[in-house]
């Protein structure tokens, strides 16, 4: 069974930085895309970023460009996002998903999800 863990999560003040993971415990995704959602209070799902199973055709979502960056290493059931120059809008649940193809714009057509690591920006 996949199953999808993210860490890293934490309180951070704005400008700060912090480093999410996820790893899937069952090691059998090496050629599924992998990406990373987030959930405000009252809020529907949003993309962050992600990224194919070669590692180098990474995406994101405009608001984070130049603050955020996804990474993989083909063979590693594993992604990480480098979060730079946090802000209050960037306070969420984040989610690691994969999927065969990863969705951006309709987040529930992708097919495994972890729990989610809460990552709280204070001004």
């Known amino acids: 069974q996949v199953q999808l863990v993210e860490s890293g999560g934490g309180v951070v003040q704005a400008g700060g930085s912090l480093t999410l993971s996820c790893e899937d415990s069952?090691?059998?995704?090496?050629?599924?895309?992998m990406g990373w959602f987030r959930r405000a209070p009252g809020k529907e799902r949003e993309f962050v970023a992600a990224?194919?199973?070669?590692?180098?055709?990474?995406s994101y979502f405009d608001s984070v460009k130049g603050r955020f960056t996804i990474s993989r290493t083909y063979g590693a059931s594993t992604m990480t996002l480098q979060m730079d120059n946090l802000q209050p809008e960037d306070t969420a649940v984040y989610f690691c998903?994969?999927?065969?193809?990863?969705?951006?714009?309709?987040?529930?057509?992708?097919?495994?999800w972890g729990q989610g690591t809460q990552v709280t920006v204070s001004s």
């Open positions: 069952g090691r059998s995704l090496r050629t599924w895309g």
């Open positions: 990224i194919d199973f070669t590692g180098n055709r990474p």
């Open positions: 998903a994969a999927s065969r193809w990863i969705s951006e714009v309709d987040p529930g057509l992708n097919e495994y």
